[in-house]
């Protein structure tokens, strides 16, 4: 099944630009999706088809796929961002599966 | 505005079935071109995709889970279901259910359940 990695940790200092890598086997010919979870929360879609945001998701998050790495990128980083963030693509090459990344703390400085 | 709120027992005893239903409110569990899914995630641990549903009762599982997992649709009800057989410790999550959206070949989860810990334990 397709493998998903994620760094275990992003520290940023507030102001800063945060980003928050997803590696897979050329991802870049999936469509990768981002969800933000704070402590004791469901997940929340921040960026859905590599870059796009879903409406009431700042301007600040952004995102890009290229290769073997797709990145969720914050910028202007607020205290508010510290959270998990995961990364999903769906494969479709043998069953019709949702995947996971295993996510990454974000810790804001 | 969607909405999906999970129920169900909050203790399974092991080797036992552990049942939930998700309830859909704000719009049809059939209108769109929408499925329907089950997601868990283990205590400090990450997401885990369970399955989905679509209305018309097609379905695809997490084959590390397959041989377990059932998961059916009421649309009369608005709601759907999970059940996982034969529970041990490992299954031990809080349990989310989740609108799943899809275009351009790729499914992503949009509305999602605020979740419900299920402990198993005897």
């Known amino acids: 099944s397709y493998v998903l990695t994620q760094p275990p940790s992003v520290s940023v200092a507030p102001g800063k630009t945060a980003r928050i890598t997803c590696g897979g086997n050329n991802i870049g010919s999936k469509s990768v999706h981002w969800y933000q979870q704070k402590p004791g929360q469901a997940p929340v879609l921040v960026i859905y088809?590599?870059?796009d945001r879903p409406s009431g998701i700042p301007e600040r998050f952004s995102g890009s796929n290229s290769g073997n790495t797709a990145t969720l990128t914050i910028s202007r980083v607020e205290a508010g961002d510290e959270a998990d963030y995961y990364c999903?693509?769906?494969?479709?090459?043998?069953?019709?599966?949702?995947?996971f990344g295993g996510g990454t703390k974000l810790t804001v400085l | 505005q969607v909405q999906l709120q999970e129920s169900g027992p909050g203790l399974v005893k092991p080797s036992q079935t552990l049942s939930l239903t998700c309830t859909v409110s704000?719009?049809?569990?059939?209108?769109?071109?929408?499925?329907w899914s089950w997601i868990r995630q283990p205590a400090g641990k990450g997401l885990e995709w369970i399955g989905r549903?679509?209305?018309?009762?097609?379905?695809n599982y997490n084959p590390s889970l397959k041989s377990r997992v059932t998961i059916s649709v009421d649309t009369s009800k608005n709601q759907f279901s999970l059940k996982l057989s034969s529970v041990t410790a490992a299954d031990t999550a809080v349990y989310y259910c989740a609108r799943v959206t899809h275009d351009y070949g790729t499914y992503y989860f949009d509305y999602w359940g605020q979740g419900t810990l299920v402990t198993v334990s005897s």
């Open positions: 549903i679509y209305t018309s009762g097609s379905t």
């Open positions: 999903q693509v769906w494969d479709s090459s043998s069953d019709h599966q949702g995947v």
């Open positions: 704000g719009g049809s569990i059939s209108s769109g071109s929408y499925y």
């Open positions: 088809y590599d870059s």
